[in-house]
Structures are given as C-alpha cells and as structure tokens.
C-alpha cells in the first residue's frame, strides 16, 4: 500500500511556484503552472496533479517542452482562432487559447480555438472553469498518446481524449470532465502497483484479446507493443465500445484535424516533441435568450437529478463538478495527501534544480 | 422469429410520401417525412425507420403532434437560434432549424440553434447530413422521454439523448450518431420479443439493481414504475457509467436548457405534448484554416483507423458511418426488409386514411 503524508496546500503551492521558474519560466508562469498543476489535487484527482511532477520535469529537461516558446494565433476570424503552441508547457498555451475563446465569445457570442504542437495540459476541466469565471459555457478536449484500442482492433490508436463541458448553474456548476476511454493509465498504475486483477472489460492485450493483468497493459503502452485500454463502452459492440471509440474519434478530429496538427496516433512518435493538440470553445449562453432564466433552470434540473431516488445503500446522487468542488473546499485552507514516491521525486527534483523543498515535517 | 417480406425502396417512399399528406401535411412536408423515416431503414436502422410509423400514427391522431402547426423563432443572433417547434412534426421543425444553422455558419462561420416544444425527430444522423452537404461540420443531440437511470439512481430521469457528429472526407465523411445510454429502448423491445436475457450491465429494475429481464424492463418504463437503461459505461462507476451519464446530462443542457423548453425528465408528462427539444449546429471548417487540407487529413486518419491491425476472426475495422453509408448504397435501389408486424400496420393505417397500400405482392 502506497503511504501518504499530508502536506498543507500553501506550502505545496509555494513549492511548485519557486520550481518551475528555475528551468526558465517566468515567476507569473511558474504561478500559472503551479494552480493548474494542483488543481488537480485540490480536486482529488491525484493523477494530473503533482504526481505528475517527476513527467513534466523530464518533458522540460529533454526538451519535448521548450520554456521560452510562446503560443502564436496563426489563423484567425471573430469566432475562431487556430493557435501554434510551439512546444510551449501546454498549460500556459491552454491557458491563453482559452482566453481567446473567451474574449471571442465575448464579441460575438462564441469562441472557438484549436491548438496544435503543445503538450499535456493537466487537468482540463481547469480551462472549462475560466468560462464559467466569464459566465459562460466551456467546452475543452484534448488529444494524447495513443492508449485506446478501436473496436475490432489490437493497436492503440486514440488517445484517453478527455472532453470537459461546464455551464454555471447554483449553488455549484455543471462541470464535466471525463476521458472517452473506460480509464485512463493513471487508474491501470494503481491497479499494477496494488497487484489486483483489473474488469475483463477494461483492456485488451497484444492480440486484441481482454485481459485482466494491469502491469502487462502498462508494460504494452509503454513498449508500444499493441492492446491498450478499451474506449467507454468496453472493447465489444455489446457493452457500447463503439459508441466510446466514436466520441474518442470526434475528439481528434476536433484537437488534431481542426488545428492542423496530429492526430493521437501520431503524438510522442517524432523525437524531440509531443504534438499533443488541444480544443477550446466558450458560448455565451445569452445568445439562446434570458440567462438567468436559463442558469435557474439548470440549478432546478440539477437538483432534480440529486434529489431523485436513490439505491439502497448509496447515500447520494452527484452532479458533475460536486465532488471535485467539495474536495477542493476542503482542502484549499487544508492539507493535500501526498504519496511517498511523489515526495521523493520532488525533493530529488528540487535539489538538483537547486530550490528549497521545505514542504514536509 | 420475427418474420420480414422485402419492399422495393421506391414503393416503400411512394406510400409514404402518399399517407403523410392524408393527415393534413402538404405535399413537400410528406415528401420530406417520407424522406427522413426511410433513411434509417437505408441505414439499416429498423429500429427509427418504417417500424415507427404506428407511433408517429397515434402521436398526429392523439394531437401530440400538430399538424398545422408551424415551427417559429423566438430569438435570434447572427450566430445563434432559438426556435419553438409549436408542437409540429419533429422532422419538419428539425430540417428548418438544421438549415437555418447552416444559413447562420455561412455567414458567421458558426450556426447554433436549439429548438422546444418539438417532437420526435427521426434518425439524429440525417440532420448532420445536411450540414455534410454544404461542406460543414454538423453536430445534432435530442433529449426523449426519461429512459435512463443516473448513477446510484433507481428512477430514470434521462433521455437515450443522442449525440450526432459528422465532418466530410473521403471516400466517406466521419459520421458518428449514437446515445448516451447503453442501448435504446428499439434494442431492449427486441431482447423482449425474442426472450433471451440482457446482459447484466443494461439496465436496473425498479429498485436500482442490474436486471436480465428485458420485458420487465420495458415495461416498467412504460408504466413509469421505475428503473430503466443504464447510461453508457453501465450502472456502477467501475464501467464508467458515470461518464454516460454526465454526457446524457450535457445533451440535456443544450436540448432543455439552452431552448428554454423541457429537460427529459419532464418529457411526456403533461398530456397533449411531449415537450421534446433538440440542438443543431453548423461549423464552416474553413474558419480553422484550409479546408482542402483538413478534409484530407481527416480522409488519412479514418484510413490509419480501417488499416489499423485486427483482432483474428474480425473482418474490418469500420470508422462511424461506414456501416449506414454501404447499407444505403445497397438499398436504396433495392429492396428494404420489412417487418411482417410492421407491414400489417401499414395496412391497418393506409386503409383507416383511405390510402392505396400497393407495397407488397
């Protein structure tokens, strides 16, 4: 079993915003980085927070990310704009492409913007919530590594492709933000570290065939050796594998196609770069009419939803974005559970780039 | 064993294109309902095609559907829509609001419309076909009756909502429609017909445990009893139920919400209306850039998907829309099988509308 100590957010906050201006970046996108990267924690989705860390640090010292590049519009028209990330830390780009979005919607109901050569973004439902700051609708996908198997495949072709959709409602929004496959690798590490059989639904091995053994899943991703994990669905047409190997599809069209990029089979192919693409949009929700009537209404069906009857022995009905919102409550003037592997690569991390690492007891 | 007599494709449409009108319809509204029912039965979609016609039959004698009624916009802004079916023929109210995004995308690049007060609108993937026509990304969803049991829940508060996405390429656009829950209710009335069980992961009866038993299920929601179809990934978490159900809730948001109508929990409630309500949109890709080029690029990424290796003893790996597109192509100049039960209320229907029903030998 994996140990935890418990760090307060502040401290791990300070942490990462002294780190990350030592490879380069400026103290306002060391700022950036270090929110975005702990979002994700305050979130309780430990595997885009600072676990991830010891990745972006390699990512930054080979040089698949380049501290310096700043993301360039290279098309662009009042609704839309296609955005080159040059190899920029995807956050800082995402975090722009999506103010774009923003300041589009503003002028003309909608935004729309597409990235291409970034790199990983963390945790997307992070953009989404910067429209729901303007009073608007976020949307954001990304692409990624190619980890998911089509349907009737053996090779991974598709990326997790996250779609993330948020719109404001109270007393929390509507925030969505899920992979279109059945997990992500974050979730297969945990089960390889624990030694537990993963569902026979989850994976297929080099033949296509399912498999239940975690480590084996991971060990094929990483070799590129063939299988992955199944998009939604499952890898059958009988659990809806199809309809997840669609929605994972859709999404590269929109971040790979769209932005003039690669596709998810492409990225972390060519040496040097990711090639990761990104999509941003962001509505005003005013341009369907009254938007207090229309954010009302939502808080009604949202509710409704939650309040509708439940299982026996399930104590609730969630919404999407309560339980990221409620962990983040509880953690933001509170502590954060970080996992002795992550502690000792942050201090190997920050005594090698020459930072104080003051963060635990 | 349902048993099926085959109608050449032309007097399947003349029949049709004949009975529409003998409600009230004119000549174009019949030809245009012909047009959208027999499309899923090119598609080989029985379920929304010919086989739906006693529903739709009942839905115009009860007044559910008006047939006078003409759909109307309410709100209006150069990149966006709002229209109240009036309670018209959802195929006719869907076509005009597909036309007017696309109208709307040729000016601005972007067209987003959102319809209430409608009623079922046929097969969701020949209104992204419309925008495949003008060049243009189209994207449909449509909220239906509740159907489909959030996670922990035990009474279904949502729709099969559907989500349509379609971009050109060649030889065949991307053309993905599917829903958000496991499967539709067409599918559970078929496992009833045939009495084999249903996989376990489905559905829930009434007191939110997983249940093989199609016909309990199918008529517990049609009495309202509780229970229903799991969303897409299942009823528990562990096979991402949740996300189905969190992207069912998103359909819901640009259907319900975003028209000022009905969520689906509300959807056949009040008697003399179903409340349903959809969402369109146009894109013009070319605001992102060539369009030539990206077209292309979506043309070798489908390729890269179908020439991808298979699992042995699996023919093809087909992209969304392939299946439908060589269906059609077969059809359309041939024969369409139609079921015995289906064809007997045909006749039942054409004789009630003083209609000549010449389909079969």
Known sequence: MAEYTEIPYPRLWDFCSRLFPSYGFSAEEGKTIAEILLRADLFGI??????RLVRYDEEIKTGMVTVRAKPEIIHETPVSAVVD????MGQLTAVRAMELAIEKASHS???????????HYGIAGYYTGLALEADFIGITMTNTEAICV???GKRAMLGTNPIAFAMPADPLPFSFDASTTMVTRGTMEVYQKSGKPIPDNWAVDTIGHPTTDAGEV???????????????????????????YGLATMVDICCGILSGGLTSNHINIKPGETGICHYFAAIDYGIFGNKKEQKH?????LEELRSSPRVDGK?????????????MAARINGVIPVNEKTLGEMRNIASRQGVVCDIAP
Do not use: C, Q, W
């Not at 990330?85 to 920029?88: I, L, N, R």
């Not at 991971?218 to 997840?244: W, Y």
């Not at 104590?315 to 962990?327: C, F, L, P, Q, S």
């Open 109 to 119: 109901g909608i935004g729309m913007v597409t990235v291409r050569n970034s790199n």
């Open 315 to 327: 104590d609730r009905i969630y919404t999407h974005g309560e339980k990221a919102m409620e962990t």
């Open 85 to 88: 990330g040059h190899k920029a």
């Open 150 to 152: 089509p349907t009737n």
């Open 46 to 51: 430990e595997s885009h927070g600072i676990h």
């Open 297 to 301: 209404a939502l808080s009604v069906f």
């Open 218 to 244: 991971v060990r094929n991703i990483i070799g590129k050796f063939g299988g992955g994990i199944a998009p939604l669905g499952g890898s059958s047409e009988t659990g809806g594998g199809h309809k997840g």
